[in-house]
């Protein structure tokens, strides 16, 4: 044990005065994380899975207007009143435009008093012989930010359309109330009975009678849903952890190189006691980086205007996933360190199955936005099942035991790459 | 010379690696008692350098019998590790750790704990003429301090055998003089010593046996002396034309 510690010990001092190193390990990493969760938070508001900004500009001021906001403003569009700086359509579309708003909506004046007028029109008897006569239609203006995603824009329109068919059905069965009451008491009929003697006929009408059933509500109450923070914290740590790989190959191979191995192998230490001496060093790496990390996301987020990174509800299985990633991470440096020939070819070799592994396993897009034949592929990637636990936990809700396949996946890559270094050492 | 009088011993070596056109050891035969200093000569590609490292055990012989002290090591190497060391033919320390750094670290696999490592480590230092330079990085050594660091790394465990593989190459004549010093020191106090080289005259100096090999096979073994007055030859370089020839080996 005392030699473990020692070669643990004599790691950390190697690796402590490897600058480089320690760049690649802990700084690249932690500016990864900022960087791509704020690119991120934009790419989500782009595509709607958060909160849209809309600019709103009500220069009506009555009843459409309100309406339009009561309506739109719902968990997926939040919307900014105008007026400040926008005072004017023009204001508002180039503040879209810009890019500041992804929508921005002009509800011109008197929209409310001319949709009324129209109504009115539509049901006056006295003007069926101008039936043809085109109406003046109330006309909303929709500034859409040239780079949204076309879903996301087809979503906002189907929802306007929606909400002013909603404004104007309203109105329509106002006005056939009103003229079904004054129609009712010219021809005297009981008022009992009917569908709006208790209930207005309009209010009756709008009520919702189909509800949809959104797929998210089965998620368990005590998780966030998707979370740019969530999900890159522990995924950019998941990388920097799998990045020690390379570091620790390369002082294997220095060893060897140098023919510091030959030395060692004359020594009264065995090659597991050496192996265990790196793995223990580098896992204690692996939790620094994680810490790092994490730290950033509960301290820095917030002051970037992103929200904080919380891991309270499952702070043992967040690191029983960081613990086994680690040693991942240090067993897989060490098939790189045995098979690979040069540092040259374990830093080549170990930095391009690293991205790749990052990338096949949802590090850096969203495994459920990929391709088909990508996803399936996810699977094989270290760093999938490491993610997967942690979003597991963070994300989903889940138990620790829905964790446990992924968890048994990364102790089995430990043993097969410990079991293929050894026989590569051997060779 | 008895078999508990011999300290190093193979038995019919073979090794023949992949690809290879010949094998690296073809019957290696050696018998080196106890307490002596051997020489192991040979062209490049000879086989000394497999030869070290098979009786040293960094790898095995694919056919053939290795003993050190009468001990096997496929059975005793955890016993033979203590008593044995190597000195590797490139300077096998950590260049980015200071010398007593190094020290420390490879006395700590010998075993040695606090006290007599201390004690170990600063003794190692004082045989290398490094006592001034303990807190330098090896990395801003010159190449004198760093061979004998080399050295001396294979001195902490006191080992009763040890193996050389070229030490002195590539240094100044005067750090040169110091490594034979302190190997001849070593080997009085009974320290059977292998060493391997190119200088010829270094080994002739400093070596009371000496064995030629050559395709894999020791081709001749004797003292200096006697195999110069056998073999007609002035030199060793000489002796070692005569049984090796003139033809360039790695070419």
């Not at chain 1, 006569?133 to 929606?162: C, S, W, Y």
Request: proline share 4%; hydrophobic share 45%; with cysteine.
């Amino acid at each position: 044990m005392l030699k473990i510690i020692t070669i643990g010990c004599n790691e950390l001092a190697l690796l402590g005065r490897d600058k480089a190193g320690l760049l690649v390990l802990f700084l690249m990493p932690a500016i990864l994380v900022v960087i791509i969760t704020l690119v991120q938070t934009n790419v989500m508001e782009r595509t709607g899975l958060a909160k849209t900004r809309v600019l709103f500009l009500d220069l009506d001021g009555q009843a459409v207007g309100s309406a339009l906001y009561k309506f739109l403003n719902t968990e997926n569009l939040r919307l900014v009143g105008g007026k400040k700086k926008e005072k004017t359509a023009c204001d508002l579309e180039k503040a879209v435009r810009n890019g500041k708003y992804q929508v921005g909506i002009v509800v011109p004046k008197g929209s409310t008093e001319r949709l009324r007028r129209n109504i009115e029109h539509l049901f006056a008897e006295h003007d069926r012989k101008n039936e043809k006569k085109p109406l003046k239609e109330v006309r909303l203006h929709v500034f859409f930010d040239p780079g949204i995603m076309p879903g996301l824009r087809a979503g906002i329109t189907a929802r306007l359309q929606m909400t002013v068919q909603t404004i104007s059905l309203a109105e329509k069965f106002s006005v056939l109330e009103r003229m079904l009451k004054k129609a009712s008491a010219e021809l005297n009929l009981p008022t009992e009975g009917s569908p709006f003697s208790t209930v207005g006929l309009r209010e009756l009408l709008v009520r919702p009678v189909f509800s949809l059933n959104d797929n998210a509500a089965t998620v368990s109450s005590d998780s966030g849903g998707y979370d740019p923070v969530q999900q890159n914290v522990i995924a950019w740590a998941l990388f920097g952890i799998f990045f020690t790989a390379i570091p620790i190959a390369g002082t294997m191979i220095k060893e060897r190189v140098s023919s510091i191995s030959d030395r060692l192998a004359t020594l009264p230490v065995t090659p597991l006691q050496l192996f265990a001496g790196k793995i223990a060093a580098y896992v204690g790496v692996c939790l620094c980086q994680f810490l790092l990390i994490a730290l950033l996301g509960v301290y820095l987020f917030p002051y970037l205007g992103l929200p904080s990174f919380t891991i309270s509800k499952h702070p043992a299985g967040i690191f029983l996933i960081m613990l086994l990633s680690g040693f991942s991470a240090c067993c897989y440096g060490l098939f790189l360190g045995t098979a690979c020939k040069s540092f040259e070819q374990a830093s080549t070799i170990g930095a391009t199955t690293v991205v790749a592994a990052a990338a096949i396993g949802g590090v850096m897009v969203p495994v459920y936005a990929m391709p088909d034949i990508m996803q399936r592929a996810s699977i094989i990637s270290p760093m999938n099942w490491g993610l997967s636990a942690g979003q597991d936990l963070l994300m989903r809700g889940s138990s620790f035991s829905a964790i446990t396949p992924d968890l048994c996946r990364l102790a089995l890559f430990c043993l097969l790459m410990l079991v293929f270094s050894r026989l590569q050492q051997n060779r | 010379m008895n078999d508990l009088q011999i300290a190093i011993e193979a038995r019919g070596l073979i090794k023949q690696y992949k690809n290879a056109e010949g094998p690296a050891l073809d019957s290696f035969t050696l018998k080196v008692a106890q307490g002596e200093f051997f020489g192991l000569l040979g062209p490049n590609g000879a086989g000394k350098t497999t030869a070290l490292s098979i009786l040293c055990g960094l790898f095995s012989p694919d056919a053939g019998n290795v003993f050190i002290l009468g001990m096997d090591p496929k059975q005793q190497a955890a016993k033979i590790k203590q008593i044995l060391s190597m000195v590797p033919q490139e300077i096998a320390l950590y260049s980015s750790l200071t010398l007593r750094e190094n020290l420390n670290f490879f006395g700590k696999m010998y075993g040695l704990q606090a006290g007599r490592l201390r004690e170990r480590v600063s003794r190692c230092l004082e045989i290398a003429g490094l006592t001034d330079f303990s807190d330098r990085f090896v990395s801003s050594c010159s190449g004198g301090m760093r061979r004998r660091l080399n050295l001396v790394a294979a001195l902490l465990n006191e080992p009763k055998v040890l193996f050389l593989d070229e030490p002195t190459a590539g240094i100044d004549a005067q750090s040169r003089r110091l490594i034979h010093e302190q190997l001849r020191q070593i080997n009085q106090q009974g320290t059977t010593i292998l060493y391997t080289t190119h200088y010829l005259e270094e080994a002739g100096e400093l070596c009371r046996r000496i064995g030629i090999i050559d395709n894999g096979r020791l081709v001749r073994e004797g003292r200096p002396d006697d195999l110069l007055s056998i073999s007609n030859c002035g030199t060793l370089d000489e002796l070692l034309f005569h049984f090796t020839g003139t033809q360039l080996r790695d070419a």
